[in-house]
């Protein structure tokens, strides 16, 4: 069987010390979100590849993959995301720019902060790496876990993990969860951050899903359709910690 080359830019080897100084640092730091993608690069390796093939075997994912929409540009156009009816995807998405001051092209310019050549490959797998990078605050939309809270972006990176695969999600997750029973003594953190993870092997696979529509779907019928589950453990980690959970630093620092 022919082997995969690997995402573009990179030499399809783990750098796991690069990895675990940027985690050192991303925990040290939590706004210091670059170090996020530091990791992704480290650790994701064969990732691109494995999702695309993925993709292309899934029912739509096969016109997907060959019309290459880029996601960054459809959820960064003012005027698209103003025109979703209210209770669509698309308007809490509207809502969630207004609630966190984030964009799409703040994400962009992050992950572009280093091997700028490797995001912009014009690449099947580079393509495929932007799709998952974009959809991250999309996935905040439809899980309910939120932006603009530690806890709220370490469980959604769990659940990247199950939706995606990859160690550097993994290595994230398990880094964050670890930093919260020392910080808040408790263990209600570190269960978010399991929930995240098992509601994302739960779910179906977001990836095949196209934005375009989706957007403009009612937005408790598509958690109900895509089998989305309510995040109880994170709700109630979020009411019980508080402020401890908050003194973690930047919330877009742990997960971008």
């Known amino acids: 069987m022919t082997r995969m080359p690997p995402y573009p830019g990179t030499s399809g ?18 706004d210091d979100t670059r170090q996020v993608f530091r990791i992704m ?50 308007a809490a998405y509207r809502d969630f720019l207004a609630t966190t001051g984030y964009t799409a092209d703040g994400l962009v310019a992050v992950s572009e902060a280093d091997h700028a050549d490797a995001w912009g490959a014009e690449h099947p797998y580079g393509w495929m790496g932007r799709r998952i990078r974009d959809l991250h605050d999309l996935w905040h939309v439809l ?28 290595l994230i997750a398990v880094a964050a969860a670890t930093k919260s029973l020392a910080v808040t003594r408790s263990t209600l953190f570190a269960r978010a951050v399991w929930e995240g993870y098992r509601h994302g092997r739960t779910a179906a696979w977001l990836v095949a899903e196209d934005p375009r529509v989706l957007l403009d ?19 109630r980690a979020r009411r019980e910690l508080g ?13 971008a």
């Open 143 to 170: 899980t309910g876990y939120q932006a603009d809270d530690p806890l709220g972006e370490a469980a959604l990176v769990a659940f990247s993990f199950a939706q995606v695969g990859g160690l550097g999600w993994a």
């Open 243 to 255: 402020a401890a959970i908050d003194s973690f630093g930047g919330a877009r620092g742990v997960a």
């Open 13 to 30: 080897r783990r750098d796991w010390r690069g990895a675990l100084d940027a985690v050192r640092r991303l925990m040290r730091d939590p």
């Open 41 to 90: 690069r480290a650790l994701n390796t064969g990732n691109a590849p494995a999702n695309y093939a993925r993709l292309i075997a899934s029912a739509a994912g096969g016109r997907i993959a060959y019309e290459r929409a880029e996601l960054a540009a459809l959820l960064a156009d003012p005027a698209a995301v103003a025109r979703h009816a209210p209770g669509t995807v698309g």
């Open 217 to 235: 779907e009612p937005l408790a019928a598509a958690r109900a359709r895509l089998g989305i589950r309510e995040p109880h453990a994170y709700r």
